[in-house]
């Protein structure tokens, strides 16, 4: 049967005319997830991933490009939107750490507190505020958002900039201590 006709009987819900579209498709799109993906597992999870988004949108296919491009705009789209997640959780997992440090310096360091106060002085309330919030009182972005205001981007985007800002202005990243673990004057 041609292909025009398997996706006409899918989008009636015809179940055997998408077996055979997948039958058919599985494999090339496969092949080329885990060369994108350079991983087999993954390129699996994604192909199923996309099969289960062609039955759901499969009435959106208008047939201007052949089946199987669609299919690869919708595994690309999702291996992409995968990226950006893996990347964001990277980011929160790093400004975690970041700001653990901050705190872990500043709790075994009582005496420098005033020298936290004056660093989170130099920012701008823009900044300093979603900081507070987050890592103080531990509130989520989204509620942070909310309560100042501005979307959920440009608050992760204050925090981390700004502990960015502080960790320099304390020169954290500096070793304080000499070798014997005592400060360094």
């Not at 929160?92 to 700001?99: G, I, L, M, T, V």
């Not at 989204?142 to 979307?151: L, R, T």
């Amino acid at each position: 049967m041609e292909e025009r006709e398997l996706i006409k009987r899918a989008k009636k819900g015809d179940h055997a005319a998408f077996a055979l579209l997948f039958k058919e498709n599985y494999p090339f799109l496969v092949k080329y997830l885990i060369k994108v993906t350079m991983n087999h597992h993954q390129a699996e999870e994604l192909a199923q991933h996309t099969m289960a988004k062609c039955v759901e949108k499969i009435h959106q296919f208008n047939g201007k490009s052949k089946f199987s491009s669609w299919l690869i705009t919708i595994a690309t789209n999702r291996y992409v939107d995968l990226q950006r997640e893996k990347k964001r959780e990277e980011n929160r997992q790093q400004e975690e750490a970041s700001f653990r440090k901050l705190k872990w310096d500043v709790h075994s360091r009582q005496e420098e507190w005033s020298e936290v106060l004056e660093a989170l002085s130099t920012l701008n309330e823009e900044t300093r505020l979603p900081i507070i919030l987050k890592h103080y009182y531990g509130y989520s972005y989204d509620e942070i958002g909310q309560m100042v205001g501005v979307p959920l981007g440009t608050v992760k985007s204050r925090v981390h900039n700004g502990i960015t800002r502080l960790r320099e202005e304390l020169k954290l990243d500096e070793q304080k201590t000499s070798a014997n673990g005592r400060p360094r004057s």
